[in-house]
C-alpha cells in the first residue's frame, strides 16, 4: 500500500482551485506501467486535503485505466457553492417608472387622445411603499471540508423626501398628505400637493385629475377637463373646457368659452373676464373686467366692478349680492340679474315646475280614460282586459297623485326661502340700462330706462330702487 502510495506522489498531482470549491487530477509523467486501485486513489486523493464531493466514479475511471487521463485535468471533486441572500427591495404600491404619453384605450378598443398622463394619485394615511427584508446568505461547503459562508443581502432603506411618514418598524411608507407621488434626485420619495403644468393643457398633457392643486402656465383649450380636489391656478386662458375644483379656481387670462365646458369651484372663481360661459362657485364669484352673455351661479355674491366692471347678457344668479360697475347696454341687450336664493335650488324650482305640469297632464289624461271605463262598467260591457286596465289606471293614478302633492310641497318650501330676502340686493356702481330684468327672490322688477348709481332691493312687497350710497 505505502509503496503504492509512493508512487501516485510522484506520478500524479492534486490541485485545489482558490476559491475551494473543485479539485483536478493531473499527471506529473506518463507511466504506462502505473497501477493502482481506486481506493488507493482516493486515500491519495484525501491525503491531499480533498475530503468532500469526492467524485468517486471519475476515480475509478482513472484507476482502470489511467493513460487515458495522461494529458489532461481531470475534476475529481465539487463543492457546494454558498447562495448569497437576495438584496432587500422597496416594493411601491404605484408603478414608479415613467409611463409612455400614449391615449388611453378604452375598453371597447377606441381611444381617447385626451387621456394621456395617469397621476400617481394618493391619500393621506394611503401607503406608497413596502420594504422587503434582505435575505439571508446559505453556507456552502468546500472540497477541503470547511463550510463557506454565503453572504447576506444588502438591506434596502427608505430614501424619504417631503410629505411622507415611515411606521415605527421603518418597514412602511405611508403619504402625510393628500398629492402625487414623486422621485427627485437621489431616488428621494415625496408627495407633492401641488401639481404643475408648464404649458398649455392640449393633445401633449391631456385631461387632468389630481387630488392636491393644479397650477398651469398656460391655457385649458377647448374641450378638455381638469379635475382637482385642492384649488386650480391658471396662468392664461380657458376656452370651452371642463374646470371642476373642490377649492377655488383663478384664471389670470379670463373665461372665453364659446357657449361650451363649464367652470365649477366648491369655493371661489376668480377671472379677468368671462365671455359665453356657464359658471358656478360654491361662494363669489369674482370678475374683474366684464361678464358678457354667460350663466354664472355663486351661492354668495357676484363681483364684476373693476375699471371696466360691465355685465351685459346673460344669467347672474346669486344666493345674496350682485354688484357691478355697468348693468346691460345702449341696445337694450336683455340681462339677467336674480338675487336671494340658491342658485341651484332656483334651478330645481324650474326643474319642478317643469315636472308638475307633466304629472298634471298625465293625471288629466289618466282621469278622462277612467271616466270611459267607469261608463262601460256601469253599463256592464267591461271586458277582462277592460278591467285589468282599469285596476292599473287606478294604481297609476294613485301613484302619480303622491307624486304630484310631494312636489307641490318641495315648491312651496322653496318658494318660502323665496321670501327670505334681506341680504339679498343689486348693485349697480355706475349705470344699469334698459332690457335689464332684476329678480329678489320671487320679486321681478324691468328695468326700462338707463339709471346710474342704484341699489335694488326687496322692501315692503316689491323691489325698490334706491340710491347707492
Known amino acids: ?174 403619504a402625510a398628505i393628500d398629492g402625487m407621488i414623486a422621485r427627485t434626485d437621489r431616488d428621494k420619495i415625496n408627495v407633492f400637493p401641488v401639481y404643475e403644468v408648464n404649458g398649455d393643457v392640449d393633445y401633449n398633457i391631456g385631461n387632468i385629475d389630481f387630488v392636491g392643486t393644479v397650477v398651469i402656465r398656460g391655457n385649458v383649450l377647448t374641450g378638455f377637463r381638469v379635475k382637482a380636489a385642492g384649488d386650480i391656478r391658471i396662468v392664461g386662458g380657458v376656452e370651452g373646457a371642463e374646470l371642476e375644483s373642490d377649492g377655488s379656481i383663478e384664471i389670470t387670462g379670463g373665461i372665453m368659452a364659446g357657449s361650451k365646458g363649464s367652470v365649477k369651484a366648491g369655493k371661489t372663481v376668480k377671472s379677468s373676464f368671462i365671455q359665453d360661459g356657464n359658471v358656478l362657485a360654491g361662494e363669489d364669484i369674482v370678475v374683474s373686467q366684464s361678464i358678457m352673455h354667460s350663466h354664472v351661479r355663486a351661492a354668495r355674491n357676484i363681483v364684476c366692478s373693476g375699471a371696466k366692471g360691465l355685465l351685459v347678457g346673460g344669467v347672474a344668479q346669486a344666493g345674496e349680492k350682485v354688484t357691478a360697475r355697468t348693468v346691460g347696454n345702449t341696445m337694450s341687450t336683455a340681462t339677467v340679474i336674480e338675487v336671494g336664493v340658491l342658485p341651484e335650488l332656483r334651478a330645481e324650482l324650474t326643474d319642478l315646475r317643469s315636472k308638475l305640469k307633466g304629472i298634471s297632464e298625465s293625471l288629466d289624461k289618466t282621469d278622462k280614460a277612467l271616466t270611459l271605463l267607469d261608463h262601460l262598467a256601469a253599463a256592464g260591457q267591461l271586458s277582462p282586459d277592460k278591467l285589468a286596465l282599469r285596476v292599473k289606471l287606478n294604481a297609476t293614478k294613485r301613484q302619480a297623485s303622491e307624486e304630484q302633492a310631494a312636489v307641490k310641497e318641495r315648491i312651496l318650501e322653496i318658494e318660502k326661502t323665496l321670501e327670505d330676502t334681506e341680504r339679498a340686493k343689486v348693485e349697480v356702481i355706475h349705470t344699469v340700462y334698459g332690457g335689464t330684468k332684476i329678480v329678489v327672490g320671487r320679486y321681478t322688477r324691468f328695468v326700462k330706462d338707463p339709471v346710474q348709481r342704484v341699489c335694488f332691493r326687496y322692501f315692503d312687497g316689491d323691489i325698490n330702487m334706491t340710491p347707492l350710497v
Do not use: W
Not at 1 to 18: C, D, K, R, V
Not at 21 to 44: I, P, R
Not at 50 to 68: S, Y
Open 1 to 174: 500500500m505505502l509503496s503504492n502510495l509512493a508512487a501516485l506522489e510522484t506520478s500524479i498531482g492534486i490541485q485545489i482551485a482558490p476559491d475551494r470549491l473543485s479539485a483536478v487530477l493531473y499527471f506529473n509523467k506518463t507511466d504506462e506501467g502505473l497501477a493502482f486501485t481506486a481506493e488507493e486513489l482516493e486515500q491519495f486523493v484525501r491525503s491531499h486535503g480533498v475530503v468532500f464531493g469526492i467524485h468517486k466514479d471519475v476515480l475509478a475511471g482513472v484507476a482502470r485505466d489511467p493513460k487515458n487521463y495522461f494529458y489532461g485535468q481531470t475534476v475529481i471533486a465539487t463543492g457546494n457553492p454558498p447562495i448569497d441572500g437576495k438584496d432587500g427591495a422597496i416594493e411601491f404600491a404605484y408603478s414608479m417608472e415613467e409611463a409612455a404619453r400614449k391615449p388611453m384605450e378604452l375598453e371597447d378598443g377606441t381611444v381617447d387622445y385626451k387621456e394621456i398622463i395617469r397621476l400617481k394619485n394618493v391619500i393621506k394615511g394611503q401607503l406608497i411603499a413596502e420594504l422587503i427584508p434582505a435575505g439571508e446568505g446559505q453556507p456552502g461547503k468546500a472540497v477541503t471540508g470547511e463550510e463557506l459562508s454565503g453572504k447576506n443581502g444588502k438591506a434596502a432603506r427608505f430614501k424619504v423626501g417631503k410629505n411622507v411618514v415611515l411606521n415605527p418598524e421603518q418597514t412602511a411608507m405611508y
